[in-house]
Nanobody, 116 residues
């Protein structure tokens, strides 16, 4: 079955960096588009970054453009989200997502807290 397992979250000061990882299994990773979402307390889940099936298109939310980078390692079946110059408003639970055969799949999430 499809599984997505996030890791790499934590507590970081403003201006700091983190790299989130999403280990994928149960599907052909090299043939799937992937996305990162986040959800802050009291707010709706929002898309942060996405990569299309053939890497031809990537999406970044305006709030993270120039600071976050989505990438993947096919050999490791792992998707990454590199986050730099983190801000207080980046505090949220971050989720990995893929959409396969009409179904949405989510990981369990990893907490990112930006605090001084």
């Amino acid at each position: 079955q499809v599984q997505l397992v996030e890791s790499g979250g934590g507590l970081v000061q403003p201006g700091g960096s983190l790299r989130l990882s999403c280990k994928a299994s149960g599907f052909t990773f090299s043939q799937a588009g992937m996305a990162w979402f986040r959800q802050a307390p009291g707010r709706e889940r929002e898309a942060v970054a996405a990569r299309s099936l053939k890497n031809s298109v990537t999406y970044y939310a305006n709030a993270v453009k120039g600071r976050f980078t989505i990438s993947r390692d096919k050999a490791k079946n792992t998707e990454y989200l590199e986050m730099n110059n983190l801000k207080f408003e980046d505090t949220a639970v971050y989720y990995c997502n893929t959409h396969i055969s009409g179904s949405n799949y989510w990981g369990q999430g990893t907490q990112v807290t930006v605090s001084s």
